[in-house]
């Protein structure tokens, strides 16, 4: 069996981080992902979709992404129900992340999405499920780039 979700969008709150009883951190939010069309009207429609993560992941979500960071999300799908306070069931759909990239420097959406808040954590480092950063090997760090001719494909 197959259950893979991979979703790129914006966070339309900032991730609420609790721990279970036994200590273990777990954080919930919610991204907006557009449709390839627009509607009647012209204007392209969003879906609002659930995320939680777990552990040093959740954590990281919790300190460095905020209302609008733009992330990748690579998960499963997970559904559940449970009884609510007027003894309806209510049904949950929601992706368990994986992994959660944040696709852009914190200082960028700084400067080109006012209103929104820092959405990475440094110069454009992601972290994964093992809570290791992973640098941008393409990340221009304002130095020079030596590379000889017989480096060049070409």
């Known amino acids: 069996m197959i ?5 790129v969008g914006r966070l ?6 609790r721990y279970t009883s036994s200590g273990v951190a777990v954080a919930r939010f919610s991204i907006a992902v557009n449709r ?5 009207n012209g204007e392209r429609e969003a879906d609002f979709i659930n995320i939680v993560t777990w552990r040093g992941l959740a954590e990281n979500c919790a300190n460095y992404l905020r209302k609008g960071s733009l992330v990748g999300v ?3 799908l997970q559904t559940g129900k449970y009884e609510n306070q007027e003894g309806r069931t209510v049904y949950t759909t929601d992706v368990v992340a994986d992994d959660v990239r944040f696709l852009e420097p914190k200082n960028r959406s700084e400067s080109s999405a006012p209103g929104f ?11 994964n499920k093992g809570n290791k950063p992973m640098d941008d090997p ?3 760090d304002g130095q020079p780039i030596d590379i000889s001719d017989d480096d060049l494909p070409f």
Do not use: H, K, M
């Open 3 to 7: 259950n893979r979700v991979i979703l």
């Open 12 to 17: 339309t709150r900032d991730p609420e981080l």
């Open 138 to 140: 393409f990340a221009d």
């Open 36 to 40: 390839n069309y627009t509607n009647q």
């Open 74 to 76: 690579d998960g499963r």
């Open 117 to 127: 808040g820092g959405s990475s954590f440094g110069g454009g480092s992601t972290y």
